[in-house]
């Protein structure tokens, strides 16, 4: 059976940090693309980060470029997104998916003073 759990989610100040974590199990984590989406109430689900099965490729949103980095611990089966810098307009429910085969249950990031 395919699994993602998020963790990692909170309350935080502007400028502050919060590092998420998505346990995979059920399915080659080694093999597969991983993605972070966030989804803000009344707004569209957004990729925000993408990492290659290596690592050895990342790519951002815009809105996060500078800010937020993804990788990755094959031993672990564990994706990571590590988010610096926090605004306000970054709080949203956060989801880990593997492409054509899961969506995590998300974790909820909420940035405010």
């Known amino acids: 059976q395919v699994q993602l759990v998020e963790s990692g989610g909170g309350l935080v100040q502007p400028g502050g940090s919060l590092r998420l974590s998505c346990a995979a199990s059920?399915?080659?984590?080694?093999?597969?693309?991983m993605n972070w989406y966030r989804q803000a109430p009344g707004k569209e689900r957004e990729l925000v980060a993408a990492?290659?099965?290596?690592?050895?490729?990342?790519t951002y949103a815009d809105s996060v470029k500078g800010r937020f980095t993804i990788s990755r611990d094959n031993a672990k089966n564990t994706v990571y997104l590590q988010m610096n810098s926090l605004k306000p307009e970054d709080t949203a429910a956060y989801y880990c998916?593997?492409?054509?085969?899961?969506w995590g249950q998300g974790t909820q990031v909420t940035v405010s003073s």
């Open positions: 998916y593997a492409p054509f085969r899961a």
């Open positions: 059920g399915f080659s984590f080694s093999s597969s693309a």
């Open positions: 990492i290659t099965k290596t690592g050895g490729t990342t």
